[in-house]
């Protein structure tokens, strides 16, 4: 009885055994039917075919337009302005009145030429009536020709005397008093006002020239040899430019900012620019043929020496270049990289020497 339990037993251990052998390899069979996915290690980058090219160097720097020729008028004498004629931006011609004053400290000499006036008024008049007894007296036959011909030249003479008194007059005030555009122009300035005590001298207006404006450059003087009167160069403002040129170098350095002052003149015969606008002023330095490529493709890390990646095929080889000089956002190789060759330009800094790529725009 014992004896046929225990082959039970072996029986059932021996199933239960197959059973789990079964189990296990159908459970393999249903792994390897599972693809297993495998990581995409290609790197999207962007290229650009080297070759040689030719880029200028330029100079740029900044300043403030003013007008190509301005200067300020004032009053001859002092006193208390009583009229001010123009406001900044109008135009104005020469000799035009642009304003009017109340002198003060001529206020005597005004009065001697306006007695000195008065003084040959009278005697003009009174030769006058003299002049007109003595020619009633001659038609009448009483006075002789002699005197009337000195009656009337008294009369010439006072009429001289009365009109250059008038003229003195004139001048002492309206030359004292009123303040005359020397020039034509445009105003640059309004520096007074109505009801302001101004002393002689003191500026009231500004006018200039905006026909033609001018800019005075900060030159460092490491540079300043280079600079030419003549040189041409491009004004920049916003989105707009004009051509200048070069008219002049002072004499003298910035004992502040050790540089020099270099003007140039720009035509504004439109007059859409304006005094006192800040322009950006390029102008080339020097023309250079070679290899260039975007600065952002040259990479160095610590004591590494300068290197890019080209690509050849689905993968990129680190290559060591030579730098020169930088130009814009582009620097310049002077050996490493021969015309043809595919530069990575964007992507650069997550590669290796011999990475694989994968080109923006191909086979997407």
């Known amino acids: 009885m014992i004896k046929v339990r225990k082959k039970w037993i072996v029986l059932a251990i021996v199933v239960l055994i197959a059973a789990g052998l079964a189990v296990a390899y159908d459970r393999k069979g249903t792994d390897q039917a599972e693809p297993v996915p495998v990581a995409d290690d290609a790197k999207l980058v962007e290229t650009e075919t080297a070759k040689s090219d030719q880029l200028s160097r330029y100079s ?44 003060t400290e001529y206020s005597l000499q005004l009065a001697q030429s306006e007695a000195a006036m008065e003084k040959s008024r009278v005697a003009y008049q009174k030769a006058g009536d003299d002049f007109n007894r003595m020619e009633e007296l001659y038609r009448q036959g009483v006075l002789s020709k002699n005197d009337y011909e000195i009656a009337r030249d008294r009369l010439t003479v006072a009429e001289k005397d009365y009109l250059l008194a008038q003229e003195s007059y004139s001048l002492v005030n309206e030359g004292k008093n009123q303040l005359r555009a020397p020039t034509g122009g445009t105003v640059i300035a309004k520096l007074s006002s109505v009801g302001q005590i101004v002393d002689t001298g003191t500026p009231v207006y500004r006018i200039g020239q905006v026909n033609q404006l001018k800019v005075i450059l900060p030159v460092p003087d490491t540079e300043i040899s280079t600079w030419e009167k003549g040189d041409a160069v491009t004004l920049l403002l ?10 002049r170098i002072l004499p003298t350095t910035n004992q502040g900012t050790g540089t020099i002052g270099v003007e140039v003149a720009v035509d504004n015969s439109g007059r859409d620019w304006f005094p006192g606008q800040v322009v950006r002023v390029r102008r080339a330095m020097e023309t250079m043929e070679g290899i260039f490529v975007p600065v952002q493709a040259v990479l160095s890390y610590g004591e590494e020496k300068p290197h890019v990646f ?4 689905d993968k990129v080889v680190k290559t060591t270049v030579a730098t020169g000089q930088l130009i814009g956002d582009r620097l310049e190789i002077l050996s490493g990289l021969k015309p043809g060759d595919q530069v990575v330009v964007r992507g650069a800094e997550k590669l290796f020497d011999g990475s694989v790529i994968k080109q923006a725009g191909v086979g997407q």
């Open 238 to 247: 916003h989105n707009h430019s004009k051509n200048g040129r070069v008219t």
């Open 60 to 103: 740029e720097l900044s300043g403030t337009l003013s007008p190509g020729e301005e200067a300020p008028i004032s009053f001859e004498a002092s006193g208390r302005i009583t009229e001010m004629y123009y406001k900044e931006g109008d135009q104005v011609a020469a000799g035009e009145i642009m304003a009017q004053m109340v002198a």
């Open 310 to 313: 080209i690509a050849s095929g």
